[in-house]
């Protein structure tokens, strides 16, 4: 390249990203690539960081930042988390994300991220419970009904055929029509609950992805059955400081963002030592790759806390990309 050559980057819009028609496979695989890469060694993932312009607002932006070496990117993504969006008929997280090339610092793509950000978290709901809950798991607990909650409900669906799903969210509203959303995409009945209780008593799997204010114990550790796999994400805790006194194994996605942050569900469980390094069993991606146990027992009760990974970003960006290229999706433009 001379100083006179051209640079040109590939934006990829919301609508280029409905017309991939990713396939839930697609998803996981490439989400599954990000994982198999951390576990390798083959990433960089810089901790979290965060925006609150004013708290007034009831929201912040999150910045995630990370390199996968096999895809030969790295990747910069800003999501804004704004619990109230809804009242403006506007989701709650917004994103936005940029793949360089990281020998030369180069931009490669822009990337509508809000549909990234939802498939990607689905998808490590999903791979976590494919190594960490029963095989035989057939009964949904999830509360929450933001975006990230539908891929997360259609993912696990994908692996475990699921018999039963309920679902519940602070809203009627929200809870109703994602009910109908998962109803009519799924082909099969959901049971929306008035209640916490009656949502996750008892479930296989028993999913937190609920939309707080602040921190509140809504979720009890006594709901939990013996055997159950349990994902709390919320970016405020819902869950008692108890709920890891029965699990017989803790994993995480990346133990370096899990340890510090003011977010997260189980942040006062790492601020009161009850989570720590010694405590953890380990990271998704060393189930992933074989390096660490999964699953060892039907009776065991497991949780599952995620964070959010760049590389998951990277990794599923990195395959849309790839297929946009393949459909002629996208538009040119010009850097310099």
């Keep these: ?88 008929g506007l989701p709650s997280e917004m994103a936005l994300l940029n793949l360089f090339d990281p020998r030369t610092g180069m931009p490669l793509a822009v990337l509508d991220a809000t549909a990234i950000t939802e498939m990607r978290t689905g998808a490590l709901t999903a791979l976590g419970a494919r190594h ?9 607990g999830h509360i929450g009904a933001r975006a990230t909650s539908y891929w997360n409900v259609r993912l696990l669906d994908a692996i475990f055929d699921l018999d039963e799903i309920r679902v519940h969210s602070r809203r009627p509203e929200s809870r109703e029509a994602f009910a109908k959303r998962l109803e009519d995409d799924l082909g099969k009945a959901v049971i929306v609950t008035d209640d916490w209780k009656s949502c996750v008593e008892g479930a ?26 349990v994902v709390p994400y919320g970016t405020m805790s819902a869950v008692e400081l108890s709920l890891t006194d029965v699990m017989d194994k803790v994993v995480v996605d990346d133990w370096g963002q899990c340890r510090s942050g003011p977010f997260g569900a189980l942040r006062a469980h790492v601020e009161s030592g009850r989570l720590s390094e010694a405590t953890l069993h380990g990271e998704l991606c060393e189930i992933v790759t074989g390096d660490k146990p999964g699953r060892e027992r039907s009776d065991e009760t497991i949780l599952f806390w995620h964070r959010g990974l760049s590389l998951s970003d990277i990794a599923l960006g990195a395959a849309m990309l790839a297929k946009a290229g393949e459909r002629g999706l996208g538009q040119k433009l010009r850097f310099s």
């Design 1 to 88: 390249m001379t100083a006179l050559d051209p640079v040109w980057f590939t934006f990829l819009n919301g609508s280029d990203i409905e017309q991939l028609e990713l396939s839930d496979t697609e998803v996981l695989d490439a989400v599954e690539q990000g994982l198999l890469a951390q576990g390798h060694g083959e990433t960089v993932i810089e901790p979290r960081v965060h925006l609150t312009p004013d708290p007034a607002f009831n929201g912040h932006f999150n910045v995630l930042r990370g390199y996968v070496a096999p895809l030969g990117m790295a990747g910069v993504k800003i999501v804004g988390d704004y619990v109230d969006n809804y009242k403006s």
């Design 132 to 140: 960490l809950a029963r095989s035989d798991s057939k009964v949904l």
């Design 204 to 229: 296989d799997i028993v999913v937190e992805a609920s939309r707080l204010e602040r921190p509140e114990p809504l979720l009890k550790t006594e709901w939990i059955a013996p055997g159950a796999f």
